[in-house]
């Protein structure tokens, strides 16, 4: 016996709406942390990053901009690529 869940209105443009706001909302508390753990490591956060990282919606960016925060030095090491090996 399988269970499936239903949500009312689904594939209706309220459902895409609300998936739509959840993910917003998701993108807006990354956002949130990242800024949050470069300000307790002391890192100075500019406001055209802080833009940049404000703006952004894709939650995989974020969360490796999250990761990064933790070791950054700069504002600027979340957004560098990392070295690759040969």
């Known amino acids: 016996m399988t269970f499936v869940t239903y949500f009312p209105g689904r594939g209706t443009v309220r459902e895409t709406a609300y998936l739509e706001g959840k993910a917003e909302g998701e993108a807006k508390g ?10 307790r490591n002391g890192v100075p956060v ?3 990053v802080r833009e940049r990282i404000t703006g952004c919606t894709d939650l995989e960016v ?7 925060a933790f070791e950054a030095t700069d504002a600027d090491d ?6 690759t090996a040969h």
């Open 78 to 83: 979340l957004f560098r690529d990392p070295p």
């Open 30 to 39: 990354e956002a949130k942390a990242i800024l949050r753990v470069l300000e």
């Open 46 to 48: 500019p406001d055209d």
């Open 62 to 68: 974020l969360d490796r901009w999250l990761d990064r």
